[in-house]
């Protein structure tokens, strides 16, 4: 089975700090996603990465694909209140992910 | 651009009944699914159909039934309800890229089993 672990669980930080949370597996994927989402919402898609050692920049936000293609990164830049809500994960291929446990970040202005 | 739509948003249930989830989508996909969110468990895969007619099991299916008689609805049914499956539930709508799956998620349906 595999199985996405997500860490840190929750993460408490001020307006202007740098973050980094994980994803990590013990499963080689074809891709990984990331997604944030808020209270009462679906997740929305922000990236996905496909190669090993691919890194993408979204605005403030940096995701790096691991050279073995079983973990990741996403690290953010001077949080803002804005990226508050709950990250995850998700690797697999065609259409099945697998999700992991999820970041779930709150960002005090 | 209503995307993927999904009704009730909330519902309460008594245990043994049944119910049916919608879900409906405008964006002509051919993927969709539907999972659950559990506190501390991230997304599961329930059921999933990869085209009209075509429906197949994912993590956690038992008590769930399926159907796809057209590309833009999924129906989720509940046979006979149960505390434990007392959660959060969200369909996913899906578009192959040509390198990966983009999926589009509903706002959820919040369903408690008393």
């Known amino acids: 089975t595999q199985l996405l672990e997500q860490s840190p669980q929750f993460l408490s930080i001020q307006e202007g700090e740098n973050l980094t949370v994980y994803c990590n597996s013990s499963?080689?994927?074809?891709?990984l996603q990331w997604y944030r989402q808020e209270p009462g919402e679906g997740p929305v898609l922000l990236v996905t990465?496909?190669?090993?050692?691919e890194v993408k920049k979204l605005k403030r936000l940096t995701f790096q694909f691991g050279d073995a293609r079983k973990d990741s990164s996403l690290h953010i830049t001077a949080a803002q209140p804005g990226d508050t809500g709950l990250y995850l994960c998700a690797g697999g291929g065609t259409y099945k992910y697998i999700f992991g446990t999820g970041t779930r970040l709150k960002v005090l202005a | 651009n209503a995307g993927v739509t999904q009704t009730p948003k909330f519902q309460v249930l008594k245990t043994g009944q049944s119910m049916t989830l919608q879900c409906a989508q405008d964006m002509n996909h051919e993927y969709m699914s539907w999972y659950r969110q559990d506190p501390g468990m991230g997304l599961r895969l329930i059921h999933y159909s990869v085209g009209a007619g075509i429906t197949d099991q994912g993590e956690v299916p038992n008590g769930y039934n399926v159907s796809r008689s057209t590309t833009e609805d999924f129906p989720l049914r509940l046979l006979s309800a149960a505390p434990s499956q007392t959660s959060v539930y969200f369909c996913?709508?899906?578009?192959?890229?040509?390198?990966?799956?983009?999926?589009?998620f509903g706002q959820g349906t919040r369903l408690t089993v008393v």
């Open positions: 996913a709508s899906s578009r192959w890229t040509g390198m990966n799956t983009e999926a589009f």
């Open positions: 990465v496909v190669t090993g050692g």
């Open positions: 499963s080689v994927f074809s891709s």
